[in-house]
């Protein structure tokens, strides 16, 4: 296995110093794997729903579909056709630290390709009739999210862990939120940050350095500079103590539960050792937290932990599903778990089983031309260090069990909570309210997120 890792290492330090700028000053990542005639590349802009301007949530991702829906050159039925003429679909997304346009195509479409993404980033048409579909189902695909209720949980967590913060919605904002937005919010929005200064290209497969950038240089030479993003953002506030939000649905058999606070950056020092911790506390099925809740006792079938990687300002969150006539047992058993794992620590044993896992796992993180790139530009958009995927397995074999249990200490608050329970609330107010260290209780229609 050491040979395998370090094999990888060698083909991951080969992917990142192919990262450079291209001749326009675009940064491009790339991995070549030339064994087979087929290129993905997606153009990546560095912002993502922290930039929506209050009150209009959800901006940055309908003016990311929005892109798909026709240029200045062609309408949309027309330009669905010129991709699909080259066997390609034109995909978008919208995440916490990036927006991403782009596709897969065979490398003897790659010019064709390349030019109607230049087309598509650089002379968008944002026809208000377009936006306003593109509106609806976003819209149809909130209310979709709100009949599922572990989405649903998950959407209540962020807006209450991050209450007042730019981190406080999800990617797709609200149903009144989107209909706020007009076509002229989408073109000014798109002018400000959709540009060359927040622009990384992250290629791999059966393409060169120097062809890629001239097609790039080329299909790119419209895109303005735009304005740059500036991630330094607010801490999000810790609550004082512990309160739960019961989100009421009627009829419920099961409660979907989500416990956790802010926590770290992508970019923090300790996320190393924090996220070793983490492994080792709910993030296998031999780990502690689900050996507690489904193993030993059958409370829930998972329950896991997790150390979000966002850029700027992160999240700690554990989860399980337990049945409803459960779930306040559940639920004192994850507090009480979650106090142990931070106060009085994991043991050596511990760290090391998920030391070997972290490590052993890591190589299917890269094991292909397309996972490499994708790794490094994540990590690039992060904030990271260029040199974190490479000195990843390296950083994790070295770090001493007492500092991982020490980071744990310092940047874990299982005093301080935000916990979210979708169930039927009425029968379970009570109970959850005696549950140590609950300072407050709400109550929630489940339909009430706005």
């Known amino acids: 296995m050491r040979a395998l890792v370090l094999a990888l290492g060698l083909a991951l330090?080969?992917?990142?110093?192919?990262?450079?700028?291209?001749?326009?000053?675009?940064?491009?990542?790339?991995?070549?794997?030339?064994?087979?005639?087929?290129?993905?590349?997606?153009?990546?802009?560095?912002?993502?729903?922290?930039?929506?301007?209050?009150?209009?949530?959800?901006?940055?991702?309908?003016?990311?579909?929005?892109?798909?829906?026709?240029?200045?050159?062609?309408?949309?039925?027309?330009?669905?056709?010129?991709?699909?003429?080259?066997?390609?679909?034109?995909?978008?997304?919208?995440?916490?630290h990036a927006v991403g346009v782009g596709g897969a195509v065979l490398s003897r479409h790659l010019p064709a390709f390349v030019a109607l993404l230049g087309e598509v980033v650089a002379q968008p048409a944002f026809d208000p009739d377009e936006i306003e579909k593109v509106k609806r189902e976003m819209i149809a695909e909130l209310e979709a999210d709100r009949d599922d209720d572990g989405t649903l949980a998950r959407m209540w967590f962020r807006r209450l862990v991050f209450a007042g913060h730019p981190f406080g919605h999800g990617a797709a904002g609200s149903p009144r939120s989107l209909a706020a937005i007009t076509a002229d919010d989408v073109r000014a929005h798109h002018a400000r940050y959709f540009g060359r200064a927040n622009l990384l290209v992250g290629a791999s497969g059966d393409v060169d350095r120097v062809t890629l950038q001239a097609l790039l240089d080329g299909a790119l030479a419209a895109l303005p500079p735009g304005e740059k993003v500036d991630w330094t953002l607010p801490p999000a506030p810790h609550p004082g103590g512990r309160h739960v939000a019961l989100i009421d649905k009627a009829d419920r058999s099961q409660a979907q539960i989500v416990i956790g606070h802010p926590s770290l950056a992508a970019d923090d020092p300790d996320f190393h050792a924090v996220s070793l911790g983490t492994v080792a506390f709910g993030g296998t099925f031999t780990a502690r937290l689900m050996q507690e809740i489904r193993v030993k006792r059958g409370l829930s079938y998972g329950a896991y932990a997790r150390l979000a990687a966002e850029r700027g300002q992160g999240y700690y969150a554990i989860t399980a599903a337990p049945e409803a006539d459960k779930a306040v047992e559940t639920l004192k058993?994850?507090?009480?778990?979650?106090?142990?794992?931070?106060?009085?620590?994991?043991?050596?044993?511990?760290?090391?089983?998920?030391?070997?896992?972290?490590?052993?796992?890591?190589?299917?993180?890269?094991?292909?031309?397309?996972?490499?790139?994708?790794?490094?530009?994540?990590?690039?958009?992060?904030?990271?260090?260029?040199?974190?995927?490479?000195?990843?397995?390296?950083?994790?074999?070295?770090?001493?069990?007492?500092?991982?249990?020490?980071?744990?200490?310092?940047?874990?608050r299982p005093q301080d909570l935000t916990v979210v329970m979708v169930c039927t609330a009425p029968p379970l107010r009570d109970a959850v309210a005696a549950l140590p260290g609950v300072t407050k209780v709400t109550v929630h229609p489940y339909s009430a997120l706005e």
């Open 13 to 96: 330090t080969s992917a990142a110093t192919a990262a450079a700028p291209a001749p326009r000053g675009i940064p491009v990542i790339l991995s070549e794997q030339r064994d087979f005639p087929f290129v993905h590349l997606t153009l990546y802009f560095g912002l993502g729903p922290a930039q929506d301007p209050p009150g209009k949530e959800g901006l940055t991702a309908l003016t990311a579909r929005a892109l798909a829906r026709g240029t200045t050159q062609r309408g949309r039925a027309e330009l669905e056709e010129a991709i699909e003429i080259l066997g390609s679909e034109l995909l978008t997304a919208t995440q916490s």
């Open 333 to 412: 058993l994850m507090l009480d778990e979650y106090d142990r794992f931070v106060n009085e620590g994991l043991t050596d044993d511990e760290i090391e089983f998920a030391r070997g896992y972290t490590i052993n796992a890591f190589p299917f993180t890269v094991e292909t031309a397309a996972l490499r790139t994708a790794q490094a530009v994540r990590n690039q958009l992060l904030g990271r260090p260029a040199d974190f995927v490479e000195t990843y397995v390296d950083t994790m074999r070295a770090l001493p069990a007492e500092a991982v249990r020490d980071a744990v200490r310092r940047r874990l």
